[in-house]
């Protein structure tokens, strides 16, 4: 299992995907989500997986995060293959390299902002306190609020609080701003982009707003289960500046 | 993990009315439990203590008198430890202030030390002095029945000569636990006493003087009790041998027995219903918990927690609910068993109760809940840890419905909308409905059971004490007497009608089986104590043969047309051989009947009697009574009507208690899976609801909708109750039919609709709590919220 990160100055790709092919199999029909996907993911880049609903982004963010395995082909995460660790070389891969944050934000409607990001910091090894990670979104003045007591863009960030409080070394955002208005996204996106400058930590964010893409390192465009093509940014714009 | 333990807290808290329900059932099935187990083992270690302390013997001999010079004999028999010989005496008392008969029986004690076996238990007051032939000892119960102390007199009247007797003490006897009079169900401490006197002062009075009627012997740890016996009843023979018999045989000993074997059968069958109707909640209300929990689930394990976890996590939640429930039965159960503890003690004289609840009680039952619980839930808890997180974050697939039954059957056009809706929900899931509509039958169900006893004992009471025994009288003669005593009877002011009896003890003989009982002769045309058939149709003894109690024909393996052989255990012993000619139906007691003429020319006694039952003007009673206390020949007077009034007073109290509890039980039972189940409907449905009403239905119809599911099972449920009542009550009674008394499975109109009724209204209070969810339902919420 790739618990212990390698000596940084290796030249090191973090993800490796090598023809990762995903079908779903519905009995009478088969859904090819993903037909040979080849990717690679640097340390401390940010970037965006752009493409049409239905064109198999979330099926590869998930499989990058250890929730599925690809039907075949190989995922290397620091040379180690996530495509057949077991489930329990999973939950600890999860449990400690891992952030993730949803479109509907997923929160325990049940705990609190703060007890939301406690509730993984808890089973970290090395975390941030909950506090200070619900500072670094902005919402140190919202600790003891429920999710029913926060707004969606708040919601959104005691997701994105919740997924960086562990110090993940990757950060898997799938259509973070989806449910929200561009002004609430914005913030959100802000949110992000500070975690992956100031931690550091890689970051792959999922939309099929193409106006987002300019905030990335790479771009990685995606149709029908495939990567049509990646361009790089020579300019990446701040989340402030972007619009849609 | 104090944030998910938080969570937990919280997730309890929301659905604190279905954990409360569940709870309760947990708790009704724990508290029956603790209840009855405490008050067994109290019972098991108080009479065991009370036997090794106070000597209660191991063999009983009744005799009509030996000298005491036979005691050595008996020592003497190989394994014999101890042997005390005694003088047992009917009397008449009279207590001052009190009108009606009572009777009692004496009992000697040594004047010198302590008796070697049978010791009594002074509760107040002092032993009797040495000789003195004034003093006497009265048994607690009869004691409190009359509020008798110390220094209080009492008119006695012994083999017809009266005495004052100066009350010196008050004390219980491991010998009469259970205080009955002979011929009796129940106990009557007001018109019945034990007492104990002087052997001197007694053996003087009833003319026993160095002599005994009563042995008790202990055994050595080796010795057989069956051998012993023989041999004793060998010594005896010639002394009027009334026969002997170990502990097992012993009256105050077998009903004591035969209350604990009771107990135990309630200690398993109510907590084993009241655990499968918990199991049954949990399952549904865990199952439908994780289904709202499926995205939680999925999130806590992106994030890295375990299945390990998540099934810990979910597993302490149930956990949680359980121990609720248990903690609240055991508090319950101790303080009902200390309840029930006291009522016993109402009718079984220990001298205190040592209460017990073993550890091993407690945690017998926390274990069996917990492991039934986790059966229950663990099966929806797994799959729902088990599921792929990629695939958890999807929404399930909308609920499959399809036309229901009565719809396929073509019924589909006059149903309204709504009722399909109902219909097509049942349909859906005929699992649920049908656990649904069995755990409401079972609510009903111990509602039957519970009103069951009182019937059966109403039912017996109305036949045996109203049908075939319709005296007002009922008098004993100290030993079979010549017929002439009827002719005084019959000319006191105010009897209208006399009929004899002879009372023979006997050993019936069918091929390898025996059994020790008595023939009762009674006259051909008897109409104060008839025999009935199982119809209730009186039987007519015919000239030459007997008759037997059904239960003692089963016991013996007999029909009518077989013969039997009557070992006659009185006066000239005879052995006879006669065949059984008809059965009479009884609930309480096993006899045998014959004719009493043609029972006199067997014994070849000549025109005996032992008792006679009269008739009499109420009116007069009193006068009467006065008159028999003066005959030297009568040992006994019985009040019929009252001995009746003091069973109902004596049981009314037990029984009150018992069918409170129950009710509460079968309420908690009903509540709990109304409540449950519609809660659920709810929860899984409030959207569906909510878009009807935005569509324009009314609040009363969708209620319709939600509850008229929820109705329909219950009045399903409750025919079902009275199957499964009716199947629990036959369960409860088989191992009780015994030779002392049948239980009769009567089960009157009246509780099944008592039942009934208790069921509906636990289902239409659940339903009306549901309701004010229904009303409250709000609209744009739950329109906007996603499931
Ligand atoms: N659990 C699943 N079962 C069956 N088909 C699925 C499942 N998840 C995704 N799919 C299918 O795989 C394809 C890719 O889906 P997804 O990765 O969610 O696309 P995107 O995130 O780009 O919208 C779609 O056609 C979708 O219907
Ligand atoms: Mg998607």
């Known amino acids: ?244 | 993990m104090r944030a998910l333990d938080r969570k937990l807290v919280r997730d309890l808290w929301s659905i604190k009315g279905q954990v409360l329900a569940i709870g309760l059932v947990i708790a009704g099935g724990v508290a029956t439990f603790i209840m009855s187990v405490s008050v067994l083992d109290s019972l098991r270690v108080t009479q065991s203590v009370f036997y090794r302390d106070y000597r209660f013997a191991d063999v009983f001999a009744s005799l009509k008198r030996a000298p005491e010079s036979l005691k050595a004999q008996i020592q003497a028999i190989p394994g014999v430890q101890h042997v005390e010989t005694r003088v047992f005496a009917p009397v008449l008392l009279e207590v001052p202030g009190y009108p009606d008969p009572v009777s009692g029986q004496i009992c000697s004690l040594p004047d010198h030390g302590e008796p070697l076996l049978n010791r009594v238990y002074l509760r107040q007051g002092r032993l009797t002095e040495p000789y003195r032939d004034d003093e006497v000892l009265v048994s607690e119960a009869f004691a409190e029945a009359h509020r008798l102390k110390p220094g209080d007199e009492l008119g006695a009247t012994i083999r017809g000569k009266k005495k004052r007797l100066r009350i010196v003490g008050v004390a219980l006897s491991p010998e009469f636990i259970y205080q009955l009079q002979p011929g009796a169900v129940i106990p009557d401490f007001e018109s019945y006493g034990i007492l104990w006197m002087g052997r001197a002062a007694l053996a003087a009075a009833f003319e026993m003087e160095g002599a005994f009627n009563t042995v008790a012997l202990s055994l050595t740890a080796d010795a057989r009790e069956g051998e012993v016996i023989d041999r004793l009843e060998d010594i005896l023979k010639r002394y009027g041998s009334l026969g002997a018999h170990g502990r097992k045989d012993q009256i105050s000993h077998r009903y004591l027995s035969e209350e604990m074997r009771q107990l135990q059968k309630m200690a398993t069958m109510f907590p084993i219903i009241f655990v499968g109707v918990a199991s049954f909640l949990l399952n549904v209300v865990i199952g439908r918990l994780m289904a709202t929990e499926r995205e939680q689930v999925a999130i806590l394990k992106a994030f890295g927690y375990g299945n390990g976890d998540i099934v810990a996590h979910y597993l302490k939640f149930v956990l949680l609910i359980v121990l609720i429930g248990v903690a609240g039965g055991i508090a319950a159960g101790v303080w009902l068993g200390q309840g029930l503890g006291r009522i016993y003690m109402d009718f079984y004289r220990f001298p205190f109760l040592l209460y017990q609840l073993r550890p091993a009680a407690v945690v017998t039952s926390v274990l069996v809940t917990v492991a039934a619980a986790f059966l229950a839930t663990l099966y929806s808890i797994l799959r729902a840890a088990s599921l792929p997180p990629a695939q958890a974050m999807q929404p399930a697939a909308p609920a499959r419905y399809r036309a229901s039954l009565l719809e396929a059957l073509g019924f589909g056009r006059r149903l309204a909308p709504p009722t399909k809706m109902i219909l097509r929900s049942i349909s859906r899931r005929p699992v649920k409905a049908f656990l649904t509509m069995i755990g409401v039958a079972f609510a009903c169900a111990i509602l039957i059971v519970g009103r069951f006893f009182s019937d059966a004992t109403d039912y017996i009471v109305d036949i045996q004490f109203k049908l075939a025994k319709r005296d007002d009288l009922n008098v004993t003669f100290i030993e079979p007497t010549s017929e002439r005593v009827l002719y005084s009877l019959r000319s006191l002011e105010g009897v209208r009608h006399v009929e004899p009896y002879r009372w023979v003890p006997v050993r019936l003989r069918h091929e390898h089986r025996s059994y020790r009982t008595a023939i009762r002769g009674v006259p051909e045309e008897s109409t104060l104590y008839r025999l009935l058939d199982q119809d209730l149709r009186p039987v007519a003894i015919p000239e030459h043969g007997f008759l037997l109690t059904d239960y003692l024909a089963h016991l013996l393996g007999v029909r009518p047309g077989d013969t039997l052989t009557i070992e006659v255990l009185e006066g000239r012993r005879r052995t006879l051989e006669a065949p059984i000619v008809g059965l009479v139906s009884e609930w309480v007691g096993v006899t045998g009947y014959a004719r009493l003429d043609s029972l006199n020319r067997l014994l070849g006694d000549g025109r005996t009697v032992s008792g006679a039952y009269l008739e009499i003007d109420p009116r007069l009673g009193r006068a009467i009574y006065a008159k028999l206390n003066q005959m030297p020949r009568v040992a006994g007077v019985s009040v019929r009507e009252k001995g009746l009034r003091n069973f109902y007073e004596t049981l009314a109290k037990q029984m009150l208690t018992f069918a409170f509890f129950n009710t509460l039980l079968a309420c908690s039972i009903a509540f709990g899976v109304v409540y449950n189940s519609a809660r659920i409907a709810f929860s899984e449905r409030n959207r569906d609801l909510a878009t009807l009403r935005v569509l324009g239905f009314t609040r009363a119809e969708i209620a319709y909708i939600l509850l008229g599911e929820m109705a329909l099972l219950v009045v399903a449920g409750i025919p079902a109750g009275f199957f499964i009542g009716h199947w629990l009550c036959a369960q409860m009674i088989t191992g009780l039919q015994t030779d002392l008394f049948r239980v009769p499975l009567v089960i009157e109109p009246s509780s099944y609709s008592f039942a009934a009724l208790v069921v509906l209204v636990s289902g239409v209070l659940s339903g009306l709590v549901i309701k004010r969810k229904l009303d409250r339902l709000d609209l744009v919420a739950v329109l906007k919220t996603k499931e």
């Open chain 1, 1 to 244: 299992m790739p618990s212990a990160p390698r000596p940084l100055s290796e030249p090191e790709k973090i993800f490796e995907a090598r023809d990762v092919v995903k079908i779903y199999d519905m009995g009478e029909v088969q859904v090819h989500a993903l037909r040979g996907i080849h990717l690679e993911l640097y340390p401390g880049e940010l970037v965006v997986l752009l493409g049409p609903s239905g064109s198999g982004k979330s099926t590869l963010l998930n499989i990058l995060g250890g929730l599925d395995r690809p039907t075949s082909g190989q995922v290397l995460y620091r040379g180690q293959d996530l495509a057949r660790a077991s489930d329990r070389e999973l939950t600890a891969y999860r449990r400690h390299h891992v952030g993730f944050v949803f479109q509907f934000y997923n929160l325990i409607p049940s705990l609190t902002a703060r007890e939301n990001v406690a509730a993984v910091t808890e089973i970290a090894r090395n975390p941030m306190k909950p506090e200070d990670a619900l500072a670094l979104v902005g919402l140190a003045d919202r600790l003891d609020h429920f999710p029913s007591q926060l707004s969606g863009g708040q919601q959104q960030r005691v997701a994105i609080a919740r997924a960086i409080a562990k110090n993940p070394a990757v950060l898997l955002c799938d259509e973070p701003t989806g449910a929200l208005d561009s002004a609430t996204g914005i913030v959100v996106l802000e949110a992000i982009e500070r975690v992956n400058q100031e931690l550091g930590t890689t970051t792959a964010l999922i939309t099929h707003n193409a106006d987002i893409a300019a905030m990335a390192d790479r771009v990685i465009h995606l149709s029908d289960g495939r990567i049509s093509f990646v361009e790089r940014n020579a300019h990446k714009k701040r989340a402030r500046q972007l619009h849609w």
